[in-house]
């Protein structure tokens, strides 16, 4: 092997491009590129049964890029990369951050043991725009409001960076002590569950930097009002890219800037509506790292008293997309067939969870977690937090979408929702939404029984609102 060898330890940056702790580790000569499957990670925090399935492709399309020398491990990282340092003679290690607070804590450890057998260790950050750590108030405390976090903390920062090239010369090297395959990591579940969800996506940095371009092309031009309606394909459908690092932020956020110089069609709200979207999920990950409890702990300590009425049935109807509802059931069936949901539709279905059912928000957000290819741990507890009003900078309790007039506003053709919920599908747009007002003569034309080919509602609108906003004032006193 080469005399001076970079460990680089790939985590949530599956690509070569802008890589920044792959790209400098290149400049050093020969490179040992590692995966490893952390078992030492909380269960809460554990890979979902369909990020899982997008990891393993997301791997595989990798370790293709780095001619199959991609090495893969299963075990404790400071044990492993103890090991392997020892077997290859390795003398530094490279890896960008990963923003968690629970993997920040184990960097350091590592870090730290590393150090102290003489090893070069070098992180980097390659999956933010701004440093969470050097972003403060004026009165030096961290942000727990979106719009000055982004104005006045970050657009007032320094611009991102330019994405980084693809380094010239990548000498990749096998671990030849190193038997693990990918498949041995079990990513793919016994039951092919996902058959449903591959025909919606492709995987790895090519199809990210495609699907960049498509949504440059199409999407990005009447975005701020086209983004609401679940029907159009208006939305970038990058999350899942970005989380498993695929593309990076600075990509995407350099993207928009160069189609936006070039055409001046692009209106800036168009542009400034979705880079704060970037911003929010900026400002997600801020939240997480100041704030370490937010995926355990309501911020706002009341809620910790909130008299949720814990009920499997109700839980079990809104997962299964049986709630009677079909704005919200249309949501959940596409996140169980795609892998995904509609941001607006997401809102829609936490909103109805939490403050029509009255069930705990925790409960919402590992749901999501297990079903959503973008699982994104920082985004995913910020955005449930700011549905049930507990967390920083959080709608108001009393703000509880109706799914009916959501349905009738959003997706007002029914195109959306007779897509994932066709036993209404010939149900007049009059009644789509409320099926229960329909006459029993047109039910009978459409081959509908209520009860039995699609459930009656499972609660009251009315009477859940009602109870919800009393449940609240409970801990407002």
Not at 249 to 259: A, S, T, Y
Request: charged share 20%.
């Amino acid at each position: 092997m080469s005399s001076f060898i970079t460990l680089f330890w790939f985590r949530q940056d599956f690509r070569i491009s802008d890589n920044p702790g792959l790209f400098e580790a290149a400049q050093n000569g020969a490179i040992l590129p590692v995966y490893i499957l952390d078992e030492t990670c909380p269960a809460q925090f554990k890979q979902g049964e369909a990020s899982k399935w997008w990891m393993y492709h997301s791997l595989h399309k990798l370790n293709i890029c780095l001619n199959s020398t991609l090495n893969f491990y299963v075990g404790d990282p400071q044990v492993i990369l103890t090991n392997i340092i020892q077997e290859n003679d390795v003398k530094a290690v490279y890896w960008n951050k990963v923003f968690e607070p629970w993997q920040l804590e184990k960097d350091a450890q590592i870090e730290s043991n590393l150090k102290k057998r003489g090893i070069v260790c070098k992180s980097f950050n390659g999956s933010l725009l701004w440093e969470p750590e050097s972003n403060f108030s004026k009165n030096g405390t961290p942000y727990r409001m979106f719009t000055p976090f982004y104005r006045n903390g970050c657009l007032q920062a320094p611009s991102p960076r330019k994405p980084l090239p693809i380094p010239e010369k990548i000498i990749s090297l096998k671990d030849q002590g190193c038997r693990t395959t990918l498949e041995d990591l079990k990513l793919l579940p016994s039951i092919s569950w996902y058959k449903s969800i591959e025909h919606f996506w492709e995987i790895g940095e090519q199809a990210a930097q495609r699907q960049l371009a498509k949504f440059l092309e199409f999407g990005l031009k009447g975005y701020k009002k086209n983004r609401n309606y679940p029907s159009k394909d208006a939305t970038s459908r990058l999350s899942p890219y970005l989380h498993f690092g695929e593309i990076s932020p600075h990509q995407v956020w350099q993207g928009i800037q160069v189609k936006c110089a070039a055409d001046e069609s692009i209106i800036n709200e168009d542009k400034e509506s979705f880079l704060s979207e970037i911003g929010w999920r900026e400002f997600s990950y801020y939240l997480l790292y100041h704030f370490p409890n937010l995926p355990y702990k309501s911020f706002y300590k009341k809620f910790e008293d909130f008299p949720w009425k814990p009920n499997t049935e109700f839980l079990k109807a809104w997962q299964k997309g049986l709630t009677g509802y079909p704005f919200v059931d249309a949501g959940m069936r596409e996140l169980w067939q795609t892998g995904y949901m509609h941001n607006r539709v997401r809102m829609v279905v936490a909103s109805f969870l939490v403050k029509n059912l009255l069930q705990d928000w925790r409960t919402g957000a590992s749901w999501f977690l297990d079903c959503l290819l973008d699982a994104d741990i920082a985004s995913n507890t910020i955005n449930w937090q700011w549905v049930a009003g507990s967390g920083v900078d959080a709608a108001p309790y009393f703000r509880i979408f109706n799914p009916i007039l959501q349905g009738e506003k959003f997706d007002p053709k029914g195109i959306y929702t007779r897509r994932f919920v066709p036993e209404l599908d010939k149900l007049p747009d009059k009644y789509l939404f409320k099926p229960w007002q329909t006459p029993d003569y047109i039910l009978k034309e459409c081959n509908i029984i209520l009860g039995v080919t699609y459930p009656y509602p499972i609660i009251n609108l009315q009477h859940s609102r009602k109870e919800s906003i009393e449940a609240y004032n409970k801990i407002s006193l």
